[in-house]
């Protein structure tokens, strides 16, 4: 007899999504993983992308939470933990940058026991389309937190981040933007966990096509990473 895998929350942040939102949610739906929900959370979209989770709200093992104001990825994503019930929570963005065919991967180290936190690296799988100065950055983002944390990490910022639920669960998050990324690394591995990673598939998209990150972005993950990597362990660990 097959015994069944652990519960798999997928949170998804959402803003102004509307053109791939649920191209990305029924590929999502798709997966070949089970048993599995999805916690959508819109943070206060003003396009069509409300009108979109509103039919969503029926879809089985579906919660659909709304902002009330535009708070930011990083507090999406912690409004998304509240709701989750999952022994493993992955992250997938409401874009079409990442495959999420690669879910079950990304998974599958943890599900096997191997690893409590799986990152899903781009520089290990296949990169489309990503400019320069954003190879750049994020080759700068990864490397800084090998170095700060003595650890090898070779796509820090990637959006696939998945863990077991109770390593989260265990991590006081502050984070209201992009800086849930660098807040989160830095914190698993203060508190000794590895990062695992495997290699997923990423293809980029344009200002114009709806990406929101920007160099700001940058200098907020450096300043994170160097935050974590020095603050006391009680300041951010959960009693």
Known sequence: MTKEKPLLSIIIPIYNEEPQLEEVLERVYRIDYAPKELILVDDF??????????????????????????????????????????????????????????????????????????????????????????????????????????????DEATAYKAFRHEVLKKIDLECEGFEFCPEVTAKVLRLGYSIQEVSVRFRARTVWEGKKIGWPDFGIAIRTLLKYRFAKLEAFTKS
């Not at 009108?51 to 579906?62: Q, S, V």
């Not at 599958?108 to 520089?123: D, L």
Request: charged share 30%.
């Open 45 to 154: 979209s003003h396009d069509g992308t409300r009108n979109i989770l509103e039919r969503y709200k029926y879809r089985p093992d579906t919660r659909v939470v709304f902002h009330e104001e535009n708070r930011g990825k990083g507090f999406a994503i912690r409004t998304g933990l509240k709701s989750a019930d999952g022994d493993i929570v992955i992250i997938q963005d409401a874009d079409l940058e990442y495959d999420p065919e690669d879910i079950p991967s990304v998974v599958e180290p943890i599900v096997s026991g191997q690893t409590e936190v799986c990152y899903g690296s781009r520089f290990l799988g296949e990169l489309e389309r990503m400019a320069i100065p954003n190879r750049v950055a994020n080759w700068m983002l990864a490397k800084s937190a090998s170095w700060l944390f003595w650890v090898k990490i070779t």
